[in-house]
Each structure stands twice: as structure tokens, then as C-alpha cells.
């Protein structure tokens, strides 16, 4: 899976900016520079799109999900690529629990009778959509076994917000099956929240005005979603627990592992939950009454949207094969002749919910171009200084599954030789999107300044940062795109294969992929395949080829740097702005809840009371109190002037050679830099989840949240939390600082005066 539309990810990477750091060298030896340069030549003239677009055609060829014939055949055909390009390669396999639908039904039963479709219909135009044999029914992975019967709730899109609506409107989902459409959060969310609130059941459904024909012609004359496709997806809740298999929490679900039963496994859903088309939902809509759903609320159907409850009356049926099923991941390495023991791992899963062409393939191809590449690269002779391991995930789309586990059960070595990993998971015509590390956000925006962009022929740098100045909201904005060097990266959330590698091993992490241009409604339904891909997306496959090609520089530059390229100013500069929304969020609490406080003493909702529409005050609440941050602003100071030291220190060495001892010691603590902002204990109520500055949100899922012990403390309303979390991320800045200042003594001491 990935972030549901690209515009997100090229909003992240284009977020705010500010102040100008000091300019610095990236590299620190210039003494091999022109053979550097010559190798990359080589690389990035290799990758080529008829490759992308055959192997495409290969691998999505037939429905290649998690425990599937052909995802089966997908893991060999890949070993085999590997191998024959000259990498050690092999195949490792887990044992997950991987719930597959048994019975399926949604009827209504008031005030009329009818049996919903729950069916994608294949079309003419489009070879691979009538595989049915061998397509997975449309169902969210996950959800609990479950028969109930209740009347229907629009809940819009199921945030917690939502529901604070439906309070002041008097109506509640006790009992109810909650009725939420698709977006806004990640999916997961919705029957989570509508269980909080006392629903039964929850169905979801794709409106048309979020990826259907509001936003254009429907497949297959256009690229949207049409009347009768349906977004499969996880709901595992992953984000209060852990991703991977639900068995196996934090250990790799091998044959022996110890399991727990499927009855106690914290991350499944409380409720019955299925995903819905917009031809089946119209129908339960139109036949709600009770109040208008608020304006922001109504969907693109040609029906008034009210709310309900009922008198549309639904049973929900659903019974899943609780089976465990095995993934496959297809793990290549070339052994690096220098520093074996320092390894750069990348990586895009190769399983998908059904044909899965854009989603992952589009990646997939160019990963499989650069590991060519570099096979091509070593029958010339060169070989990587570090050790590079390429990972073909599979189970990623039921919940990360064949990365968790194994990263669970590789987590000491990992830890140990990690450098950074580089993962992407789809790809389109457009922008590049990167998020991921602040220490290596100087590196990606210096990879990204070296690579031309397919259509506009400028560094696609260059077209990305010109994307950002015309999204702009004001001049001051404009003004840092302007004057900053680089260009920031978003911060990682989750809904991809590198979370373990953030949250759980603390490896520095970038997630990469092209977009912007092309819109689409076809993610995780049937008619994501070849025929749409060629179509309507990158049919050219030239965005692949810069894919390939800005990837594998990067894995290339980190393999064969003598000093690896991380840097702490961009660390400082992005802390200082997360301290920054931090406040801001305090402060804008405490004025929203003070003044509806004070709006309800005024008795305002009262006197407003339109007795025809009636509408309930909210509550009164606790106004936040204030908060220590001063432990935080202290240790972002200290960061900066550590991060300005090893900055100078760095700047000193450039051009001259430096003992290999030296280089050793710094690379040990620059590989180390990311497990330093992680602590053993994890977050409140979420061990796994370790990482003090990233942690996907407990109530968006997918989305990241900053400095998340101290932001979720502010968000979920437990004030008593906040302090001292805010004293645990304070720690971790100060042991990073330390760490930095280690590093620059180093170099200090290598530099003549
Ligand atoms: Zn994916």
C-alpha cells in the first residue's frame, strides 16, 4: 500500500521550510571524486522502461496475494532475476495468520429487502479482470468473525471528530452499524472509533466525490473509480499494538515461534467491518432519514445525505478462514569488499491485493532495473565498499507483514549493521516525493539535484522545489523554498515496509516515488492492473527509469562513501520546528476549549436553539494546562550547536585524506545516530513502537505524528503524560548531541592545523 493519493506524499516533502543552514560540503573525500562520478555514469545510463513494463507485464499478471499460487511464483521468478544478475539470493519464509473471507453478506432489512452485490464485475477492454478464480473477494483484512443486525448511521468519514458532530445532533451509534466512507484517514481507523462509540458493526464505502466521477471519467474510459470498485485493505490496528503478524508480536513468526491464539490477539478489530462500492452504499444512503448530514459531510450521489439512525435497517454476516499462511521474501545481497558488516538495505513488496500493477509493481520493476544495474556494474568489475541487501517484500499489504518479521527476527544484526534503508512502493508521472531521516535530507536533495526529470528535462530537484513555490499559501513560504538549500523531507508515518526499520529498529529511513500528475480510483480493487497502468499512469515507463535511477544512486552513494553522508543540521532545524508545532498545537487547544467554555456559559447554544433542528451544546472540558517545554528548547539548542561543530568538522576534512581508523569511528556513530532517538521501553501503551520523534498516529494511522509521547499526550487529553515525555525526547536530542559531538572530535583530531 502507500499513502492513498501521491499528492500526499509531495505535500510532505514540500512542507514548510525555513531558515537558510550554513553551506557545507557533502562529501568528505575528494580524493577517488572522477571515478565516483564515472561509476555513477554507468549506473544511471543501465535502467530501461521496455525492461519495466515486461516485468510488469509478468508480475501482475494474475491475482499475487499474501499465501497465492502465483505471489508464489512471483517470490521464484524474482530469486531468479537476482541471481542470475550475480547476487547471492534467497528466499525466507514466515508463517502469518492471513484471514481470508469464508461468507460474506450485507442486506438490507428495512423498510425494504435487498441483498448488496459485494462483487467487481470484470470488464471487456481489460484482460486480467475477469481472473476470478483466483481474485480475493473484496474484504478488509483483520476484521473479526461477526453476524449482527442494526439500523444504519452515516458517520462520514468515522474520525473522532465525526462523532463529536453526531453528540451535538443528539445521535448515537450504540447499537448501530456505522455507515463511514472512505479518506481522511487511514482505514483502520473507522470501525476502531465506531466501536469506541458503542457500534455493532461498521461498513465502508469509496464516495464518488473522493476518487470516483466527481474527479473524472470512471474506469474503463478514465482512470476513477467506477459505480462497483471497491477498496480492499488491512484494518488491523496496528498502530495501538504492532504491525506484522498478530500472533507474533515483536518476535519473527518463524516454524518454532511461540503464538498466540487468534482469539487473543490484541490488533484485531472489536467489530465486524467491510468495504462497500458506491453502486451498493447509494441505496443504504437514500433510504436514511433523521437530520441532513452537515454540508461538509455530503458525498457526490444524487440523494440528499441525512444521517439517520434508520429507518434503513442492515445485517452484517461475515466469517473469515482464519489460517496461517506463509510469506515469502526474496532477500539478495552483494557482499561489500570493504566494510561487509555495513549493510544499506532497500526494498518494495512484491505481493498485492489482487493484480497489483501500480500497487506495488510500478516499484517493484525499478528496483528489479537497479538490481540489474548493479549486477551489469560488478561484471565490470566494480564492487560496493558496503554490503547492499535488496528486499522483495512479501505480505506488506496485509500489514507489513514480511517486513515486521523480518526485521523481528534479524533485530540484533539489524541494529548492529544497519546503515540506512531506502524503500519505496508505488510509482507515477510527476514529482518526486521523498520522505524519511532529517540526517539524510541533505543526501536525498543532492541525489535528487542529479537526476533529469523525464518530461520537464530539468533535475527533477529543480521541478520539485518549482512545484512547492507554486503550492506556496503565502510569501514567507515562498520566501524559505527560496532561500533554503534544500528541500525537507516529510516526516515517516507508516502504510509501507519501513516502519519497522523506524519505529522498531531505529535505522534512518528514506521512502521514495514519483506522482502528482495522473489521478486515479483504482487502489486495492481488481482493475489495478496492467491494462490500467498502460493506460493511465506512467504508460511510458520513463518515471520508472528516474525511479530506478534516484534510487540506486542513493544505494550507490551510501554503499561507497568513505564518510557516510548523514548530517545533523537538517536534525536540528526539523526538532526545532516539531517543538514549534508542538506549541502551537498547546496554545490552540487552550483558546478552542476557553472559548466554547465560555460560548456555553453565555448560554449561546441555547439562545441559537432552532427548535424545528435540534442541536445539543457540547460539553464543557478541562482547559489544557500549561506545559514544561523548557527541558525540549534546551536540548534542540544543544543540538544545534553540536550539529554546527561536526558541520565545521566535516567541511575540514573535505579533500584530504583522512586515516582509515578515524573513518571507521565516525561511520560506527553516524550509523548508531538514529538508534539514539529510540527508547527500549517504546511509546505510552505501545511498546513496539520506539522511535521518540515518528510514530504513525493512534488515531490517523498512516499519518505521522512528531514528537508523538508528548503530541498524543496534548491530543488524547492525558496532560499528565506530556511533561515528562517532553523530558524523554529532551534526553534522547542531548544523547544525539553528545553523539554528534563525538563524532566532530574525531574529525577535529584528524584535521591539521
Ligand atoms: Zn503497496
Not at 30 to 35: E, R, T
Not at 197 to 205: R, S
Not at 371 to 391: D, E, H, M, N, S
Request: with cysteine; charged share 25%; hydrophobic share 40%.
Amino acid at each position: 500500500m502507500r499513502a492513498l493519493l501521491v499528492a500526499t506524499a509531495l505535500v510532505s516533502f514540500l512542507a514548510s521550510a525555513a531558515p537558510v543552514p550554513a553551506e557545507e560540503p557533502t562529501t568528505a573525500s575528494a580524493a577517488s571524486a572522477g571515478a565516483v562520478r564515472e561509476v555513477e555514469g554507468r549506473f544511471l545510463a543501465i535502467p530501461r522502461p521496455d525492461n519495466m513494463r515486461e516485468a510488469m507485464r509478468r508480475l501482475s499478471a494474475r491475482p499475487h496475494h499474501v499465501g497465492s499460487a502465483y505471489g508464489r511464483e512471483n517470490a521464484e521468478w524474482l530469486l531468479a532475476r537476482f541471481r542470475e544478475w550475480g547476487w547471492e539470493a534467497r528466499i525466507e519464509t514466515f508463517d502469518v495468520l492471513f484471514p481470508t473471507p469464508k461468507e460474506r453478506l450485507v442486506e438490507m432489512v428495512a423498510p425494504t429487502r435487498f441483498r448488496l452485490a459485494l462483487e467487481e464485475p470484470a470488464v471487456p477492454v481489460d484482460p486480467t479482470s475477469g481472473q476470478k478464480a483466483e481474485q480475493l473477494p473484496t474484504y478488509n483484512a483483520y476484521s473479526i468473525d461477526g453476524d449482527v443486525t442494526g439500523p444504519l448511521v452515516y458517520v462520514n468519514y468515522g474520525l473522532p471528530e465525526d462523532y463529536e458532530q453526531l453528540d451535538r445532533l443528539g445521535i448515537s451509534v450504540k447499537g448501530a452499524i456505522a455507515l463511514s466512507r472512505y479518506g481522511r484517514s487511514w482505514r483502520g481507523i473507522k470501525p476502531k472509533v465506531a466501536a469506541e462509540h458503542g457500534a455493532v458493526g461498521c461498513l465502508i464505502y469509496s464516495d464518488p466525490r473522493d476518487d470516483g466521477y466527481f474527479e473524472g471519467d470512471v474506469f474503463p474510459k478514465g482512470s476513477m473509480r467506477p459505480k462497483d470498485g471497491v477498496q480492499r485493505g488491512s484494518v488491523m490496528d496496528f498502530p495501538s499494538s504492532s504491525p506484522g503478524d498478530p500472533l507474533t508480536p515483536g518476535v519473527g513468526a518463524t516454524k518454532e515461534a511461540k503464538r498466540l491464539a487468534v482469539s487473543e490477539a490484541p490488533s484485531l478489530t472489536r467489530i465486524p467491518v467491510l468495504p462497500i462500492s458506491y453502486g451498493d452504499a447509494q441505496p443504504l444512503l437514500a433510504a436514511l432519514e433523521g437530520p441532513m448530514a452537515p454540508a461538509d459531510w455530503r458525498g457526490a450521489l444524487p440523494i440528499p445525505y441525512h444521517v439517520g439512525p434508520g429507518p434503513a435497517k442492515v445485517h452484517l454476516k461475515v466469517a473469515f478462514n482464519w489460517d496461517t499462511k506463509p510469506v515469502h521474501d526474496v532477500v539478495a545481497r552483494i557482499p561489500g569488499a570493504e566494510r561487509p558488516d555495513e549493510w544499506v538495505v532497500r526494498g518494495n513488496h512484491h505481493d498485492a491485493w489482487v493484480n497489483g500493477a501500480e500497487d506495488p509493481v510500478s516499484a517493484l520493476a525499478a528496483m528489479l532495473e537497479e538490481a540489474r544495474a548493479f549486477g551489469l556494474l560488478l561484471k565490470q568489475g566494480w564492487k560496493p565498499k558496503r554490503t547492499i541487501v535488496y528486499c522483495a517484500w512479501d505480505g506488506e499489504e496485509p500489514m507489513l507483514l514480511g517486513s515486521t518479521e523480518w526485521a523481528e527476527a534479524h533485530a540484533e544484526e539489524l541494529r548492529q549493521k544497519t546503515v540506512a534503508y531506502v524503500n519505496t512502493d508505488a510509482n507515477g508521472r510527476g514529482y518526486l516525493g521523498v520522505s524519511g531521516a532529517p540526517t539524510l535530507e541533505r543526501f536525498v536533495n543532492d541525489v535528487a539535484r542529479d537526476i533529469e526529470d523525464p518530461e520537464a528535462k530539468v533535475p527533477v530537484w529543480k521541478r520539485a522545489q518549482a512545484r512547492a513555490l507554486a503550492d506556496a499559501s503565502s510569501p514567507e513560504r515562498r520566501k524559505e523554498i527560496r532561500q533554503r538549500k534544500d528541500l525537507r523531507l516529510g516526516a515517516l508515518g507508516s502504510g509501507s515496509d519501513y516502519t519497522a526499520f523506524v519505529d522498531y529498529l531505529g535505522v534512518a529511513s528514506l521512502n521514495l516515488g514519483y506522482g502528482g500528475e495522473d489521478d486515479g480510483g483504482i487502489y486495492h480493487s481488481i482493475y489495478d492492473d496492467f491494462h490500467w497502468y498502460t493506460h493511465f499512469s506512467d504508460s511510458d515507463f520513463v518515471y520508472g527509469r528516474a525511479l530506478a535511477q534516484t534510487v540506486g544512486l542513493a544505494v550507490l552513494r551510501l554503499a561507497d562513501a568513505e564518510l557516510l553522508p548523514f548530517d545533523f543540521s537538517a536534525l536540528a532545524d526539523t526538532t526545532e520546528e516539531y517543538l514549534k508545532d508542538l506549541k502551537r498545537l498547546l496554545q490552540r487547544r487552550q483558546e478552542e476549549v476557553g472559548e466554547r467554555n465560555r460560548l456555553i456559559d453565555e448560554g449561546v447554544f441555547q439562545a441559537i436553539l432552532d427548535p424545528r433542528r435540534p442541536t445539543l451544546a457540547p460539553p464543557k472540558e478541562e482547559v489544557p494546562p500549561h506545559l514544561n517545554f523548557a527541558p525540549l528548547e534546551n536540548a534542540v539548542e544543544e543540538l544545534q550547536r553540536s550539529a554546527g561543530r561536526y558541520a565545521k568538522a566535516r567541511a575540514g576534512i573535505d579533500g584530504r585524506a583522512v586515516p582509515p581508523d578515524v573513518l571507521s569511528r565516525v561511520n560506527a556513530l553516524l550509523i548508531r545516530s538514529e538508534r539514539v532517538l529510540l527508547s527500549p521501553e517504546g511509546l505510552p501503551r505501545r511498546p513496539w513502537f520506539k522511535h521518540l520523534l515518528y510514530a504513525p498516529g493512534v488515531y490517523a494511522g498512516y499519518g505521522a505524528r512528531t514528537m508523538p509521547g508528548a503530541r498524543e499526550a496534548i491530543e488524547l487529553k492525558r496532560y499528565s503524560e506530556a511533561d515528562p515525555e517532553i523530558a524523554r525526547i529532551a534526553k534522547a536530542l542531548q544523547d544525539e548531541a553528545a553523539l554528534a559531538d563525538e563524532a566532530a572530535a574525531e574529525l577535529e583530531k584528524a584535521t591539521p592545523r
